[in-house]
């Protein structure tokens, strides 16, 4: 049921496919195709629940961008963007185009990357399954109807779960690859059934796009406060950027991707893509409403066959299990996805060592500094092999996602956080009390209570002390927090332990920052951490 076939469609993009072609299908035929062709079934609530398989997170081992005379200069080469030749690219999207060929169905979304639209993306996404173009068609930003018959794409996703890439033929490492070519401006994604892969493939096309306009692209999620006050919450999956900006008080803008232009922070997307593990409905009531609503897409939760019930403290499936939904589920979301520049940025890190305090405030030396750090834990399920938190350093908190040099995403944001004058917060949502293990984790209480006047300005106004290992300012009291968790030391049984643990925290920073010190500046390198 095409609602709108484009004038610009697959044979003037040259793709010949025997298939037919489901153009811009909306929820309800891409959810009664998805149970037809059995890709899933409906819980009692309404959601369209799927399994992902073997592939439960991304796979960020399987991801090559093409090298060649548009990427060689531009990409920041290394372990994070691994090279593919054009000869290798050439033949996967031979063998590509012939597997697509051989189905009888195929789905088609034309979608915008970017709800600014002076600084979108228009992006056609081709799937083998109905429930990937559901996915796709709810994440991204949807055009009118009106716009579809004229929609011409400037970048195309094909996503194949069931190709089987070749890794001698393709220069690849598995039968798995997502595969981008900038120059072609086309993306394979084969071998794979997890759907996130679409979206941070897209992710990655504006990171790549829009620095060039002087745009910053970030890993973050946004909200707006009563006296129109914009937040930014930069942070990996599990950091809490999700939860932590879907709250009551404050308007939505999105919950994982935004561009920072000269006159607003726009969502690059138009739903949300949310961790359902143990979400609890006292403290994310927002999100758990979504898991009853027709239209959300829940993958790898388990579900009853019979009564179907599902359980969201089952992990049976996949720790990462995930929902996505229309960002207007959420009932206080910005209509146009977009808000003024912001007042704070909010670093997230889930401290798997239990050193960092719950916030602290930084200058702008530091704030880059910290940018470019990225500290956090890898959180179970997120990415494949990942079973319990490990700590890490993913520089500008989306490594992964960042084809650029590191530098070029830090000094846009240093410029506008100067231009601006934004105060920057730290803020660990992971351990307190000892590491992963032996402490807890940050009771979300605490920090919605320390981010709230952190967001209403009444914590510049509190007393601080300078941490003895980091430097940043760390407010001694605050009212409605125990003032003991505002000490992370002190929280510990053995202080000693603390010490020893810090010192070794510290010197990870300072050993992963090595690679960025000949492109900083001097305040940049002094807001580094000293083990005290």
Not at 264 to 293: D, H, Q, W
Request: hydrophobic residues 40%.
């Amino acid at each position: 049921m095409s609602i709108r076939v484009p004038d610009h469609g697959l044979d003037a993009q040259g793709f010949t496919a025997r298939a037919t072609i489901h153009w811009n299908m909306t929820t309800a035929p891409l959810i009664e195709a998805a149970v037809t062709r059995a890709e899933g079934i409906l819980s009692k609530d309404g959601p369209l629940v799927v399994a992902t398989g073997r592939h439960t997170g991304r796979s960020a081992n399987d991801k090559f961008i093409v090298r060649d005379a548009e990427t060689e200069n531009t990409v920041w080469w290394g372990k994070t963007n691994k090279g593919m030749t054009p000869e290798q690219f050439a033949a996967l999207k031979e063998d590509f185009l012939a597997h697509l060929g051989t189905k009888d169905t195929l789905f088609a979304q034309d979608l915008y990357g970017g709800s600014q639209p002076e600084h979108r993306v228009n992006v056609r996404v081709i799937t083998e399954f109905a429930w990937h173009n559901l996915f796709i068609r709810t994440l991204l930003v949807r055009p009118e109807e009106a716009a579809l018959k004229a929609f011409v794409p400037e970048f195309t996703i094909i996503d194949l779960p069931t190709f089987q890439a070749d890794p001698e033929r393709h220069g690849c490492r598995s039968e798995t690859v997502i595969a981008v070519n900038f120059t072609e401006k086309l993306i394979l994604i084969g071998g794979t059934r997890y759907a996130g892969e679409m979206k941070k493939s897209v992710f990655g096309i504006l990171n790549y796009k829009l620095p060039v306009d002087g745009i910053m692209p970030m890993h973050c999620s946004a909200n707006i406060g009563p006296n129109g006050d914009t937040a930014v919450f930069f942070g990996l999956s599990g950091t809490g950027k999700t939860t932590l900006s879907a709250d009551a008080s404050r308007t939505l803008i999105g919950d994982d991707e935004h561009g920072w232009s000269d006159t607003a922070v726009f969502n690059f997307e138009g739903g949300c893509y949310a961790k359902m593990i143990r979400l609890s409905p006292e403290a994310e009531p927002e999100i758990y409403a979504t898991t009853k609503r027709f239209g959300t897409v829940l993958e790898n939760v388990v579900i009853d066959p019979q009564t179907r019930e599902i359980d969201l403290d089952d992990d049976s499936l996949a720790e990462n299990s995930r929902g996505s939904y229309p960002i207007d589920f959420i009932p206080n979301a910005s209509e146009k996805n977009l808000g003024p520049v912001p007042k704070n940025i909010i670093f997230l890190t889930a401290d798997a060592y239990g050193v960092l305090p719950p916030i602290a405030k930084l200058t702008p030396d530091q704030a880059m500094y910290h940018f470019l750090s990225g500290y956090t834990a890898r959180v179970a399920g997120t990415e494949i092999g990942v079973t319990e938190p490990s700590a890490t350093f993913s520089t500008c908190f989306g490594a992964p996602f960042m084809p650029r040099h590191p530098t070029v995403y830090g000094n846009l944001l240093k410029e506008r956080i100067a231009k601006g004058g934004v105060d920057c917060w730290l803020v660990n949502t992971g351990w307190t009390g000892g590491s992963y293990g032996v402490g807890s984790r940050m009771p979300i209480k605490a920090t919605r209570a320390l981010l709230n006047a952190a967001l209403d300005g009444s914590l510049n106004d509190a007393e601080f002390r300078v941490d003895l290992n980091f430097g940043f300012k760390v407010p001694v009291a605050v009212p409605g927090v125990d003032t003991k968790i505002l000490d992370p030391r002190g929280t510990w049984p053995d202080a000693e332990a603390y010490d020893a643990t810090a010192r070794k925290l510290v010197q990870q920073f300072i050993d992963n920052f090595s690679q960025f010190e000949e492109h900083v500046d001097a305040g940049v390198l002094e807001a580094a951490p000293k083990a005290a």
